[in-house]
């Protein structure tokens, strides 16, 4: 195992990581700064942006940042169902057992909402996957003209493509409620660099196991996409642990792009 090798205390690129070995670049920063001022002020927020960019580890991020006594953030990511078994996901997310007929359990929603002192944000990952009769139903669940405030905010989240769709002419109600847009880039150069090396400090080994040349066409060969940057970086240390390396350079890389395959 190639941790063994470089003598780390664990791995540096792994797929899933604790919240404190998430790199907050200006990307995250940028993205957190507008989900909080959602959290105090609006009501519906549209995160976008390319595959494997770091869309969910900004949902991750905020919801750790989110006060207990003041929020309760539900996450849903099953979102290539029909409106109804959406619906009643948000019901069971809720604690409440869904009732039969989607007119109850849309008013379950709104009851179980409004009876709690907590704000309620409902993020929705993988929105891209949404059906669009549930984009309506879920512009019908935050419309209320009688409210002073929001009981239920929401989070959609998902690949670009999503913005096509809200942009449709059945859907401009939803899209002018929402008040937060951002997309999340991917890495730029010394973004990645920076990944890297956090990463790699991490677990108590030095970046400089990674030549500045590899670190720069790994950049090139991944576009900057940390899903990409995390498995070719893995393969890298696996190649240069299985020919008893102490570095990773050109010649590792190169080995590992073409048993990866990436490109």
Avoid: W
Wanted: hydrophobic content about 40%; overall charge positive; aromatic content about 6%.
């Amino acid at each position: 195992m190639f941790t063994t090798h470089f003598k780390m205390t664990g791995h540096p690129f792994a797929e899933r990581t604790a919240i404190e070995g998430i790199l907050r670049d200006e990307r995250i920063t940028q993205g957190l700064a507008r989900l909080s001022f959602l959290a105090q002020y609006c009501t519906v927020a549209l995160i976008s942006g390319d595959v494997g960019v770091g869309k969910s580890t900004l949902l991750r991020l905020f919801i750790d940042s989110l006060g207990k006594n003041r929020f309760n953030a539900v996450y849903v990511h099953l979102t290539n169902l029909r409106s109804l078994s959406l619906l009643k996901i948000l019901v069971n997310a809720l604690g409440e057992v869904p009732a039969h007929g989607k007119d109850k359990v849309v008013l379950q929603i709104l009851n179980k909402t409004k009876s709690t002192d907590l704000t309620t944000i409902l993020l929705i990952d993988e929105a891209h996957l949404l059906d669009p009769d549930v984009l309506i139903d879920l512009r019908l669940l935050i419309s209320s003209a009688t409210e002073n405030s929001s009981s239920l905010k929401i989070v959609l989240c998902g690949h670009s493509k999503i913005k096509k769709e809200i942009r449709r002419s059945c859907h401009e109600a939803l899209l002018q409620r929402i008040t937060v847009h951002y997309h999340i880039a991917p890495m730029s150069l010394s973004q990645t660099n920076q990944y890297i090396d956090f990463q790699m400090r991490r677990v108590m080994c030095s970046e400089k196991i990674f030549e500045p040349e590899v670190k720069n066409e790994i950049h090139e060969y991944t576009r900057g996409i940390p899903r990409l940057v995390n498995n070719l970086a893995t393969a890298c240390l696996m190649n240069a642990a299985a020919e008893n390396h102490q570095k990773v350079n050109t010649a590792v890389l190169t080995q590992a792009l073409n048993e990866f395959q990436l490109f």
